[in-house]
């Protein structure tokens, strides 16, 4: 426990949990379509305001976990009620919060049946993402992991698009299916270290079989999640399925669970399993990357090419963790943030034509540059964003990863620089057909009188804030995890040096 | 004295009163719900107060003590529970619900007695009480199609309830040959004389067997989908629930039994358990009736409660007391909701599910949450029973057997979810809306609240079962 500073006082985390699900309790209650929407957007904005004061507390000169509660849960089997923040959970905690209002926003009026029940799932989504970047007790982290695939499930189920069946049911199962040994796994490392307490479970030299053992399942659940190639699959059909904030959610906080999980646990728990097995990892973050740039490419439908694009900017992350030096890692993290912003932005904007041609057609789509111009300016910083274009958020992510990758391995930084550019092509394609498109455009006038109102521009400037945010100054976020990479850093060069047998044969 | 076996008393009182009004001329269906729910309730409370009671009666063949007082407890809930889930009898005639409630009581105080009983003449006896009583209530189902399906059912569950029945009194003549007592507490040391003849184990293995068949575990489990599909809802709602309680606690006494080295007996209920868990989710998922679907989760679930027993030592025992009670719970949530869903008794399919979160909201809800807790999906009790029981069995070294347990409940979670896709996600396309009462909504979110309460809050419930089981051992 000596790994936690425990905050006395207000439980902040707790609190944070507990107050969403509080609010979807009375909205069980009181179902009133208006209140409903008032009632969530007021829920989800005093969580954010209340997250914010995480940073103002937040120690940044030590990589342990902080704002930590401790409690007694199950003491027969050792399980506790663990909460903490440490560099790395606790931007994922941010963004968590802070993505959640403007979901609700851009739901305002897309969502018009079930409206109360809708707002539900959303808090009850909350409550698990924030209880799960917050975990601690691998118990409780498991609780919120599979707990999520219901409200998951329910918004893509309800509220999805002609094929919801087919792509809510995928999503659901190949995201259990993924994780069962997961669980076996978290249960053999307890027999191990007779505790579910996550920081008591890293760094400990158990055998190098028991350790690829775990660590296989490890991968196999969070590489679902994140999704890598070739376990993306499920992902285009319940991105293009899910109503907007569902896929907002599902690109911006659930991807994020499979990189966080890897860097939380396959490193720490399973550092000799990870040197060993990260050269195939790179192999299949590369594959990932030139696949999701390369499909990107062909799509037709816009949500489509926003999901595989999604593929492509998740291999970028997996890269820049398994390259395992403090440059990459910290790459990955935020790039794990550009993504959440940015292609949460994009989603966010697709949605908008959506909800004002009914098609999410490229070529219904083409040349509305003309009629709607707030529009497509908050697109054109979004595409830009999104293929790293310098001064904007992704390139600092995209640059720190190859910067490291190069540092560790030349040909694999070579072999990643065509998926940059893939990404420059799909996406400026993109661009050009709304913006421009040809000379025989669909008549788009009718969409004149229907540029953003205020209550869209108020979903998008803040993603657009952070966008330049992150490009222009990414200090601040830098400095909130770098000593937590640091420190997972350090220890696995440790470890490293420990066993140089299994050393010689990283990266060959 | 009376004292400690009040909860029995009880129910016999109530066997008595539905056998007094069934000489009545004008049967009154309100007067009859009520008092059956009323016994319901008195006898729950009964369970409540004997909780701490210890005695041993009628020449020591009678056993009270925290163990047999908890799971009479466990049984006087799903009894309150079933009575309330199924109080409107839609497809009993009135003519006959006196004797239904006659018998159904009859079968409880066979289950009650069942627990306490720790002789094996008593425990034959309390067991085909509690069988012969379940066996009428099956041919009680009125004959709608014509097709005289109840029939079927009532004849296919006395043969098989008679086979495993002779291959238990087989066993317990083996038992007696081998120790000359019908004791249980002298049976122990008797068997450990004997423990390398494999007649011991055999004879132990024979008596098992009449309690796998209760419990419904592979291969045992023949009788499952057509009981299931040609009682009524509310009959299968019982006979899908409580005496699994009742036969769970038997499991637990006789595996204490078993002499010397028990690596046979954990292989054999190793592979059982595997095949019934495979066997029950691969034919679950093609099933379109919701009662025979809820019949093969349930033999899947039978397999997973034996990584519990395999254990062989007290926090399994225990795992698998907070699992069978879970799982009753579940399942009479999800029968509640088939028998208010149902309109004039019959058979529903999946499809007739279909809409029902606008049709009754509330309903929707519990078929939800049970069937997510069926599934094992956190924070519900069917999640945290699976957990300890995985946990428990990789303590003891079985990993393969956890990690192809893992894998079910990888393949079970489709079937579930097919159900709850209709209750949430589809149109009512004209389907009429449910009306339930007052009594059946408290019960409802008091079913909802115990499946998530004690799956978020076990360490109590699994402290009590847990001395419990070391009262016994």
Same mark, same amino acid.
């Given at each position: 426990?000596?790994?936690?500073?425990?905050?006395?006082?207000?439980?902040?985390?707790?609190?944070?949990?507990?107050?969403?699900?509080?609010?979807?309790?009375?909205?069980?209650?009181?179902?009133?379509?208006?209140?409903?929407?008032?009632?969530?957007?007021?829920?989800?904005?005093?969580?954010?305001?209340?997250?914010?004061?995480?940073?103002?507390?937040?120690?940044?000169?030590?990589?342990?976990?902080?704002?930590?509660?401790?409690?007694?849960?199950?003491?027969?089997?050792?399980?506790?009620?663990?909460?903490?923040?440490?560099?790395?959970?606790?931007?994922?905690?941010?963004?968590?919060?802070?993505?959640?209002?403007?979901?609700?926003?851009?739901?305002?009026?897309?969502?018009?049946?079930?409206?109360?029940?809708?707002?539900?799932?959303?808090?009850?989504?909350?409550?698990?993402?924030?209880?799960?970047?917050?975990?601690?007790?691998?118990?409780?982290?498991?609780?919120?992991?599979?707990?999520?695939?219901?409200?998951?499930?329910?918004?893509?189920?309800?509220?999805?698009?002609?094929?919801?069946?087919?792509?809510?049911?995928?999503?659901?199962?190949?995201?259990?299916?993924?994780?069962?040994?997961?669980?076996?796994?978290?249960?053999?490392?307890?027999?191990?270290?007779?505790?579910?307490?996550?920081?008591?479970?890293?760094?400990?030299?158990?055998?190098?079989?028991?350790?690829?053992?775990?660590?296989?399942?490890?991968?196999?659940?969070?590489?679902?999640?994140?999704?890598?190639?070739?376990?993306?699959?499920?992902?285009?059909?319940?991105?293009?399925?899910?109503?907007?904030?569902?896929?907002?959610?599902?690109?911006?906080?659930?991807?994020?669970?499979?990189?966080?999980?890897?860097?939380?646990?396959?490193?720490?728990?399973?550092?000799?399993?990870?040197?060993?097995?990260?050269?195939?990892?790179?192999?299949?973050?590369?594959?990932?990357?030139?696949?999701?740039?390369?499909?990107?490419?062909?799509?037709?439908?816009?949500?489509?090419?926003?999901?595989?694009?999604?593929?492509?900017?998740?291999?970028?992350?997996? =890269?820049?963790? &398994? %390259?395992?030096? +403090?440059?990459?890692?910290?790459?990955?993290?935020?790039?794990?943030?550009? @993504?959440? /912003?940015?292609?949460?932005?994009?989603?966010?904007?697709?949605?908008?034509?959506?909800?004002?041609?009914?098609?999410?057609?490229?070529?219904?789509?083409?040349?509305?540059?003309?009629?709607?111009?707030?529009?497509?300016?908050?697109?054109?910083?979004?595409?830009?964003?999104?293929?790293?274009?310098?001064?904007?958020?992704?390139?600092?992510?995209?640059?720190?990863?190859?910067?490291?990758?190069?540092?560790?391995?030349?040909?694999?930084?070579?072999?990643?620089?065509?998926?940059?550019?893939?990404?420059?092509?799909?996406?400026?394609?993109?661009?050009?057909?709304?913006?421009?498109?040809?000379?025989?455009?669909?008549?788009?006038?009718?969409?004149?009188?229907?540029?953003?109102?205020?209550?869209?521009?108020?979903?998008?400037?803040? =993603?657009?804030? &952070? %966008?330049?945010? +992150?490009?222009?100054?990414?200090?601040?976020?830098?400095?909130?995890?770098? @000593?937590? /990479?640091?420190?997972?850093?350090?220890?696995?060069?440790?470890?490293?040096?420990?066993?140089?047998?299994?050393?010689?044969?990283?990266?060959? | 004295?009376?004292?400690?076996?009040?909860?029995?008393?009880?129910?016999?009182?109530?066997?008595?009163?539905?056998?007094?009004?069934?000489?009545?001329?004008?049967?009154?269906?309100?007067?009859?719900?009520?008092?059956?729910?009323?016994?319901?309730?008195?006898?729950?409370?009964?369970?409540?107060?004997?909780?701490?009671?210890?005695?041993?009666?009628?020449?020591?063949?009678?056993?009270?003590?925290?163990?047999?007082?908890?799971?009479?407890?466990?049984?006087?809930?799903?009894?309150?529970?079933?009575?309330?889930?199924?109080?409107?009898?839609?497809?009993?005639?009135?003519?006959?619900?006196?004797?239904?409630?006659?018998?159904?009581?009859?079968?409880?105080?066979?289950?009650?007695?069942?627990?306490?009983?720790?002789?094996?003449?008593?425990?034959?006896?309390?067991?085909?009480?509690?069988?012969?009583?379940?066996?009428?209530?099956?041919?009680?189902?009125?004959?709608?199609?014509?097709?005289?399906?109840?029939?079927?059912?009532?004849?296919?569950?006395?043969?098989?309830?008679?086979?495993?029945?002779?291959?238990?009194?087989?066993?317990?003549?083996?038992?007696?040959?081998?120790?000359?007592?019908?004791?249980?507490?002298?049976?122990?040391?008797?068997?450990?004389?004997?423990?390398?003849?494999?007649?011991?184990?055999?004879?132990?293995?024979?008596?098992?067997?009449?309690?796998?068949?209760?419990?419904?575990?592979?291969?045992?489990?023949?009788?499952?989908?057509?009981?299931?599909?040609?009682?009524?809802?509310?009959?299968?709602?019982?006979?899908?629930?409580?005496?699994?309680?009742?036969?769970?606690?038997?499991?637990?006494?006789?595996?204490?039994?078993?002499?010397?080295?028990?690596?046979?007996?954990?292989?054999?209920?190793?592979?059982?358990?595997?095949?019934?868990?495979?066997?029950?989710?691969?034919?679950?998922?093609?099933?379109?009736?919701?009662?025979?679907?809820?019949?093969?989760?349930?033999?899947?679930?039978?397999?997973?409660?034996?990584?519990?027993?395999?254990?062989?030592?007290?926090?399994?025992?225990?795992?698998?007391?907070?699992?069978?009670?879970?799982?009753?719970?579940?399942?009479?949530?999800?029968?509640?909701?088939?028998?208010?869903?149902?309109?004039?008794?019959?058979?529903?399919?999946?499809?007739?599910?279909?809409?029902?979160?606008?049709?009754?909201?509330?309903?929707?809800?519990?078929?939800?949450?049970?069937?997510?807790?069926?599934?094992?999906?956190?924070?519900?009790?069917?999640?945290?029973?699976?957990?300890?029981?995985?946990?428990?069995?990789?303590?003891?070294?079985?990993?393969?057997?956890?990690?192809?347990?893992?894998?079910?409940?990888?393949?079970?979670?489709?079937?579930?979810?097919?159900?709850?896709?209709?209750?949430?996600?589809?149109?009512?396309?004209?389907?009429?809306?449910?009306?339930?009462?007052?009594?059946?909504?408290?019960?409802?979110?008091?079913?909802?609240?115990?499946?998530?309460?004690?799956?978020?809050?076990?360490?109590?419930?699994?402290?009590?079962?847990?001395?419990?089981?070391?009262?016994?051992?």
């Amino acid at each position: 426990m000596d790994s936690l500073i425990i905050k006395e006082g207000f439980p902040l985390l707790s609190f944070l949990i507990f107050f969403p699900l509080a609010g979807a309790v009375v909205l069980l209650f009181f179902n009133g379509e208006k209140f409903a929407r008032y009632w969530t957007l007021a829920i989800t904005l005093i969580t954010a305001a209340f997250s914010i004061s995480l940073i103002t507390g937040f120690d940044t000169t030590t990589a342990k976990f902080q704002f930590a509660e401790v409690h007694n849960w199950i003491p027969q089997l050792n399980i506790h009620y663990i909460l903490g923040v440490d560099g790395i959970s606790i931007l994922m905690v941010l963004l968590s919060t802070l993505i959640m209002p403007l979901c609700i926003l851009a739901s305002w009026r897309y969502i018009k049946t079930r409206v109360s029940q809708f707002m539900f799932s959303m808090l009850i989504m909350e409550v698990s993402m924030i209880g799960l970047f917050t975990s601690l007790d691998f118990v409780l982290f498991w609780v919120f992991w599979e707990f999520m695939l219901i409200p998951m499930y329910l918004l893509i189920a309800v509220w999805g698009g002609p094929r919801k069946d087919y792509a809510s049911i995928k999503f659901f199962i190949y995201t259990l299916a993924g994780s069962v040994f997961l669980l076996v796994a978290i249960i053999a490392l307890y027999m191990k270290t007779g505790t579910f307490f996550i920081p008591d479970m890293m760094w400990h030299h158990y055998s190098m079989t028991f350790q690829i053992l775990v660590f296989l399942a490890f991968f196999l659940a969070f590489a679902i999640k994140v999704p890598m190639f070739p376990f993306h699959t499920w992902l285009p059909a319940a991105h293009v399925e899910a109503p907007t904030a569902g896929s907002v959610i599902l690109a911006s906080v659930l991807l994020k669970m499979g990189a966080y999980g890897m860097l939380r646990f396959c490193l720490p728990i399973t550092p000799q399993a990870t040197f060993l097995l990260a050269p195939y990892i790179l192999g299949l973050s590369i594959a990932g990357i030139i696949y999701g740039g390369f499909t990107a490419l062909a799509q037709h439908d816009m949500k489509k090419l926003v999901a595989y694009s999604s593929v492509g900017h998740m291999g970028f992350v997996t =890269l820049g963790i &398994f %390259v395992l030096n +403090i440059r990459s890692v910290e790459g990955a993290i935020i790039q794990m943030l550009n @993504h959440g /912003v940015t292609t949460g932005a994009l989603f966010l904007c697709v949605g908008m034509i959506y909800e004002r041609t009914h098609s999410r057609e490229l070529r219904a789509a083409t040349g509305i540059g003309r009629y709607m111009p707030w529009y497509v300016t908050f697109l054109t910083f979004f595409a830009l964003s999104s293929f790293g274009f310098p001064g904007t958020n992704s390139f600092i992510g995209e640059f720190l990863i190859l910067a490291g990758t190069f540092q560790a391995n030349k040909f694999l930084a070579l072999a990643a620089i065509p998926g940059a550019v893939l990404a420059a092509a799909y996406m400026l394609r993109m661009l050009q057909k709304i913006v421009w498109g040809g000379t025989n455009n669909p008549d788009q006038s009718y969409l004149k009188k229907h540029d953003l109102g205020i209550r869209e521009i108020a979903t998008l400037a803040p =993603l657009l804030l &952070f %966008v330049f945010w +992150i490009g222009l100054d990414p200090q601040p976020f830098l400095d909130l995890m770098h @000593h937590s /990479v640091v420190n997972l850093i350090n220890q696995l060069n440790f470890i490293q040096q420990q066993a140089p047998h299994v050393a010689s044969a990283f990266m060959r | 004295m009376a004292m400690a076996i009040l909860p029995e008393l009880s129910l016999l009182t109530a066997v008595l009163a539905f056998f007094v009004l069934s000489l009545s001329k004008d049967l009154n269906s309100e007067q009859i719900k009520n008092t059956a729910v009323g016994f319901g309730f008195v006898t729950l409370f009964c369970t409540v107060i004997s909780l701490h009671q210890q005695a041993s009666m009628f020449f020591g063949s009678y056993q009270v003590d925290l163990f047999t007082q908890l799971f009479k407890l466990m049984i006087g809930l799903g009894l309150f529970f079933v009575l309330i889930a199924g109080q409107n009898l839609k497809d009993i005639e009135l003519s006959v619900r006196p004797e239904y409630y006659m018998f159904f009581f009859l079968s409880c105080f066979g289950l009650m007695t069942l627990v306490s009983s720790v002789e094996l003449i008593t425990l034959f006896v309390s067991l085909e009480l509690s069988s012969f009583a379940l066996f009428l209530l099956v041919p009680m189902r009125s004959d709608q199609q014509g097709l005289r399906i109840q029939m079927e059912a009532g004849i296919k569950y006395i043969l098989f309830g008679v086979i495993a029945s002779g291959f238990m009194l087989y066993g317990m003549s083996y038992i007696f040959g081998l120790t000359g007592t019908t004791y249980l507490k002298d049976i122990l040391p008797g068997l450990k004389n004997v423990a390398s003849q494999p007649a011991a184990l055999f004879a132990v293995i024979m008596v098992l067997v009449g309690f796998f068949y209760k419990l419904a575990l592979f291969p045992m489990h023949f009788w499952v989908p057509d009981i299931y599909q040609g009682a009524s809802n509310e009959t299968t709602g019982f006979v899908a629930t409580v005496p699994k309680l009742a036969a769970v606690a038997l499991l637990i006494r006789f595996v204490l039994l078993v002499p010397g080295d028990a690596h046979i007996l954990i292989t054999l209920l190793i592979v059982l358990a595997l095949c019934s868990m495979f066997y029950g989710n691969l034919i679950a998922l093609v099933q379109t009736d919701v009662k025979r679907m809820l019949g093969f989760s349930g033999i899947a679930h039978a397999g997973f409660i034996m990584l519990g027993l395999l254990t062989m030592e007290a926090s399994g025992y225990a795992t698998a007391m907070y699992y069978i009670v879970g799982y009753v719970f579940m399942n009479i949530a999800c029968f509640m909701v088939l028998s208010n869903v149902s309109q004039q008794g019959e058979n529903l399919a999946i499809e007739d599910l279909n809409g029902l979160h606008k049709r009754q909201p509330l309903l929707a809800l519990v078929l939800a949450v049970s069937l997510f807790a069926l599934a094992g999906i956190p924070p519900f009790i069917g999640f945290m029973g699976e957990f300890m029981l995985l946990t428990g069995a990789l303590r003891q070294g079985y990993l393969l057997l956890v990690i192809l347990a893992a894998v079910n409940a990888g393949i079970a979670i489709y079937y579930y979810l097919s159900v709850i896709r209709a209750a949430y996600t589809t149109d009512p396309e004209g389907r009429p809306d449910v009306q339930i009462d007052g009594l059946t909504k408290a019960a409802g979110v008091i079913l909802m609240l115990l499946i998530a309460l004690m799956g978020i809050l076990p360490s109590r419930i699994v402290a009590l079962a847990d001395s419990a089981v070391r009262a016994i051992m």
